[in-house]
């Protein structure tokens, strides 16, 4: 079983609706939660970062997570053919002392917003 | 403020050679990390470097290796180049490192061996 499972799509929708996209985990060191969207031949762009269970909201951007049910997930209001990226959920473990292993990646969810 | 910079953005090799990637971090970043990303196994987490210290390293074989310098640039080097090594290598860095950092990823070097 892999540490971060995400639906890799594609994920089509017409412009203007609401997106959810999601990311479980089962790692329940996983304390620092990121979204991240990446166009092609781009790097990845942190779009919402958080560490508390619950939601962040950030312009049309929403960020939710349930650290009980290791699931996160993304919210794109009002969505624009400009948002057509692939979204990268990613996960970071609280280690003591300060030191931390690196991210740890789903594998994307590609999105089509149709026009 | 200019952003993570990466060279080259392509290269192509083939088996057996040895391939160097550099990076250059946002003015004021202390932390380089480098990810490999493939179609098949996604993003993964190469190593972290912090004051040209390895904080962390990732399950990738002896052949990866990297190093930062005073500058806050890093190299990265992959030696005795196979196949499976065709990727886009990506680095970010962040201005902190170990678990509060915020990531900013650079274009990415694409390589492909032959």
């Not at chain 1, 994920?11 to 620092?32: D, H, K, M, R, W």
């Not at chain 1, 619950?54 to 969505?79: C, H, M, P, W």
């Not at chain 2, 996604?42 to 990297?66: A, D, I």
Request: hydrophobic letters at 30%.
């Amino acid at each position: 079983q892999k540490e971060v499972e995400q639906d890799p799509g594609p994920l089509s929708v017409p412009e203007g609706a609401i997106v959810s996209l999601n990311c479980t985990y089962s790692n329940s060191a996983f304390q620092y939660f990121m979204w991240y969207r990446q166009y092609s031949r781009k790097g990845p762009e942190l779009l919402m970062y958080t560490y508390s269970s619950g939601n962040k909201e950030d312009g049309r951007f929403t960020a939710q997570v349930d650290k009980s049910s290791k699931y996160i997930s993304l919210f794109i209001r009002d969505s624009q053919p400009s948002d057509s990226a692939t979204y990268l959920c990613a996960m970071r473990e609280l280690v003591s002392g300060g030191g931390a292993d690196g991210l740890t990646f789903g594998k994307g969810t590609h999105l089509i917003i149709q026009p | 403020k200019a952003g993570v910079t990466q060279t080259p953005r392509y290269l192509i090799k083939t088996r057996g050679q040895q391939v160097t990637l550099s990076c250059s971090p946002i003015s004021g970043h202390r932390s380089v990390s480098w990810y490999q990303q493939t179609p098949g196994q996604g993003l993964q987490f190469l190593f972290e470097y912090f004051s040209e210290t390895q904080r962390n390293k990732g399950n990738f074989p002896g052949r990866f290796s990297g190093r930062q310098f005073s500058n806050s640039r890093s190299e990265m080097n992959v030696s005795t180049l196979e196949l499976g090594d065709s990727a886009l290598y990506l680095c970010a860095s962040s201005f902190l490192a170990g678990n509060t950092g915020e990531l900013f990823f650079g274009e990415g070097s694409r390589l492909t061996v032959l």
